[in-house]
């Protein structure tokens, strides 16, 4: 079955830099693109980071542009997520998914998803 294992998350301080790292099974990864959600306390998830094919064009909240970087490992069918200058508002709960390239369907499963604290 699909499975997806978060993992980097921590807490960290304003400014500061952290690596998530989301190894997936149970699918081909390297004909999947992946995408980064995350769900902040109260608020809906979103969607941070996406390929818009397998390792190809990206595209990015504004929340998160020019600070947040999605990339991918074929060989250890895991996707990263690098996060620069993080601020206050970065603080949730971390999410992998894939879909097919163009689709806007993602896997019904999730998770448990990977905490990220942002604080001085």
Known sequence: ???????????????????????????????????WFRQAPGK??????????RG????????VKGRFTISRDNANNTVYLHMNNLKPEDTAVYYCNARRPYSTYYFNSWGQGTQVTVSS
């Not at 699909?2 to 004909?31: D, H, K, Y």
């Open 44 to 53: 809906e998830r979103e969607l941070v980071a996406r390929e818009i094919s």
């Open 1 to 35: 079955q699909v499975q997806f294992v978060e993992s980097g998350g921590g807490l960290v301080q304003p400014g500061g830099s952290l690596r998530l790292s989301c190894a997936a099974s149970g699918f081909t990864f390297s004909n999947y693109a992946m995408s």
């Open 56 to 63: 190809g064009t990206t595209n990015y909240a504004d929340a």
